[in-house]
């Protein structure tokens, strides 16, 4: 597609019920990236897939989250027992990442999470 | 690991110069971005710089990059209201971290009128 997409664009669940947030990334993009925006954090990074690589899960705050890329493409953010903390906005992005240049990623408009 | 930091917040008035300030602690960093994000948006690129570059200029932006002291700001000349916004600061490593970028907290710049 011409963007990244992000459905849905507004979530509000009960704390302990599970969320799935989606992303489409842009068409051909090798890289697939999930961040977290919260308040007073800045730009957490959580999740990033690159090819068939094994992804770089460094970033994931618990084993509550998950996250899966089926066919290189589109991705799957999961949240298990969901708490009150876990209210943020999750931003995916998608670059083409080279061995060399700069890794410009495109930002999908997010998909804000609240748990009451 | 990486660190990116900033300063939370920025005020100036319309027509005035902004500079936003920004450092970082991987000496590895290949690129350095800055970008923006406009309210119940996702973030949308402004530039980049390469690290051994200590200067890009586009428009009314200017980049400056001192590798020494792992300090980057980013001046917008002119700034307008339209200029307000959080502007992210981000570095991507050398070798095995080179796809992935750190970004700072962000810096909220308002600018009035």
């Known amino acids: 597609g011409a963007g990244v997409s992000q459905s849905p664009s507004n979530k509000v669940t009960e704390k302990g019920k599970d969320v799935e947030l989606r992303c489409d990334p842009i068409?051909?993009?090798?890289?697939l990236y999930w961040y977290r925006q919260s308040l007073g954090q800045g730009l957490e990074f959580l999740i990033y897939f690159q090819g068939n690589s094994a992804p770089d899960k460094s970033g994931l705050p618990s084993d509550r989250f998950s996250a899966e890329r089926t066919g290189g493409s589109v991705s799957t953010l999961t949240i298990q027992r969901t708490q009150q903390e876990d209210s943020a906005v999750y931003l995916c992005a998608s670059s083409l990442v080279g061995t060399s240049g700069a890794n410009v990623l495109t930002f999908g408009a997010g998909s804000r999470l609240t748990v009451l | 690991g990486e660190d990116v930091e900033q300063s939370l917040f920025l005020s100036v008035r319309e027509g005035d110069s902004s500079v936003i300030n920004c450092t970082y602690t991987d000496s590895s960093s290949t690129y350095l971005y800055w970008y923006k994000q406009e309210p119940g948006a996702g973030l949308q690129l402004l530039t980049y710089i390469f690290s051994n570059m200590d200067m890009k200029q586009d428009q009314r932006l200017t980049v400056l990059l001192n590798k020494k002291d792992k300090h980057l700001s980013l001046r917008i000349a002119d700034t307008q209201t339209g200029d307000s916004a959080i502007y992210f600061c981000?570095?991507?490593?050398?070798?095995?971290?080179?796809?992935?970028?750190?970004f700072g907290q962000g810096t909220i710049l308002t600018v009035h009128p």
């Open positions: 981000a570095e991507n490593g050398g070798g095995t971290s080179y796809g992935k970028l750190t």
């Open positions: 068409s051909g993009h090798t890289a």
